[in-house]
């Protein structure tokens, strides 16, 4: 088909997502490889946010499309009361990687169900009914997971479920900047103490925050998350969708601050998007309270052998192509490209990163740190800049007043300097409106 042709048909017969309908212009896919997607017409993009934060080990890799074909050739599929090859090696695996004694592993079909089903384990493990989340945060579109959600998709699905009670995160936006750790984590204890703690089963968090601005957190603060939570009895719940598997340069986030959350959910990297697949990861202690009592929860999907056998296929691509240490590499070179566009750019108001995941910030004036688009909004300027990228054959993430720096973890140097080349260009479209 050309791609007219499926633009058509799509716009047709499917309804795409966080859009009206009649204002979407996708872009047409055919084929992929390593770091690039292509057009049917043969037009070639830089796939600079890894789809949506997720072919962490680049496409078409082989390895783990013939561990796909290998496993549906044998066995597509088994339901959950069953046990397959695939699954028991993919939870000892895990159990290697994963922090600390998080060692069992609920297996779901992707980053939100994880979260739904995090909610109902420290709900029934606690016996209490509250959840905490933060208001800076994304964690999935399901009626739970949105609830938890606290940037401005959840409105249209509110009331949602009951008991989330949000709370402030360390940064407020490029205008007011930064709390403290220490700030911070006095604020939560408050909100704890009014909420009653004795009614919280659980904080959720995404370490390393994702779409609300790639929000680093200052040091000590998941430490003092942690010691919060253990003092009062909650549940530390780490949302590692985005940032889990080598996209940080670990294989999670956390590992960063030798910390252990009582649970951890994950999806994207886990296959690299080649196959649906989430899962929520506990310690042991929380696994053994549901010896005796029944977990309420499942889905046909659970533990797919298709996805599992993507996972490890996955997995073993990252560790023999040392894709953590590249990620790790490359992102000390991101810093340095993003702080030359720092130095030569005036609308470049801030960049944060970690490993492959970065973020640039765009303002209208330095001084007063204004951001180039409204909270929740755009303006013609970013509009320009993100039809540019497209025009010039990179694909990244753009929203609100700021651009995502997400290459799959396999980037090379020249394929890195050659994205930021387009950047470096478009950015002379956004320093035009700096005053």
């Excluded at 796939?47 to 072919?55: A, E, P, R, T």
């Excluded at 699954?87 to 994880?114: Q, S, Y």
């Excluded at 509110?158 to 989330?164: D, M, N």
């Excluded at 704890?192 to 004795?198: A, D, K, R, V, Y």
Aim: charged share 25%.
């Amino acid at each position: 088909m050309t791609g007219d042709e499926m633009i058509a048909l799509s716009r047709k017969h499917t309804l795409f997502e966080w859009s009206a309908q009649s204002k979407v212009d996708p872009i047409p896919v055919a084929r992929a490889k390593g770091i690039y997607f292509w057009t049917p017409e043969g037009k070639r993009f830089i796939d600079f946010n890894s789809q949506l934060m997720c072919v962490n080990i680049g496409h078409g890799d082989a390895r783990v499309v013939r561990a796909i074909q290998e496993q549906a050739a044998v066995l597509a599929y088994a339901n959950p009361f069953m046990v397959t090859e695939a699954r028991a090696r993919l939870g000892a695996k895990l159990a290697e990687i994963a922090p600390g004694d998080i060692d069992v592993f609920f297996f779901t079909n992707g980053g939100a169900e994880a979260n739904e089903n995090a909610i109902k384990l420290a709900r029934l493990a606690t016996g209490r009914h509250k959840i905490l989340a933060r208001y800076r945060s994304y964690h999935g579109a399901t009626a739970g997971a949105m609830t938890l959600t606290g940037d401005p998709r959840r409105w249209a699905s509110e009331p949602g479920i009951p008991g989330v009670v949000h709370v402030l995160d360390p940064y407020h936006g490029i205008e007011r900047g930064w709390d403290t750790a220490a700030e911070s984590l006095t604020m939560l204890e408050e909100v704890i103490q009014l909420e009653g703690s004795h009614t919280i089963a659980a904080f959720f968090l995404e370490t390393v925050t994702g779409t609300n601005g790639l929000l680093v957190p200052p040091d000590g603060y998941l430490e003092g998350v942690r010691e919060l939570c253990t003092k009062y009895g909650i549940l530390m719940v780490c949302d590692e969708v985005m940032a889990g598997f080598g996209r940080t340069g670990e294989w999670f986030a956390i590992d960063h601050w030798k910390v252990v959350p009582d649970m951890i959910t994950m999806a994207k990297g886990l296959t690299s998007a080649y196959v649906p697949l989430g899962a929520v990861g506990m310690r042991r202690a929380l696994a053994d309270h549901f010896k005796d009592k029944v977990f309420y929860g499942g889905l046909t999907y659970n533990s797919h052998p298709l996805a599992c056998a993507a996972a490890l296929a996955t997995i073993q691509v990252y560790e023999e192509d040392k894709l953590l240490e590249n990620a790790r590499r490359m992102g000390v070179l991101m810093k340095e490209l993003t702080a030359d566009l720092s130095r030569r750019h005036p609308s470049v108001g801030v960049a944060r990163s970690i490993g492959l995941f970065g973020l640039v910030e765009l303002v209208r004036d330095r001084a007063k740190k204004t951001p180039l688009a409204p909270f929740n909004g755009t303006s013609d300027e970013m509009a320009a800049l993100g039809k540019f990228f497209r025009q010039e054959g990179l694909y990244t993430f753009v929203r609100w007043n700021s651009f995502f720096t997400n290459p799959p973890l396999c980037i090379t140097e020249p394929e890195m300097r050659e994205a930021f080349g387009i950047i470096d260009r478009g950015l002379e479209i956004t320093d035009r409106a700096v005053k």
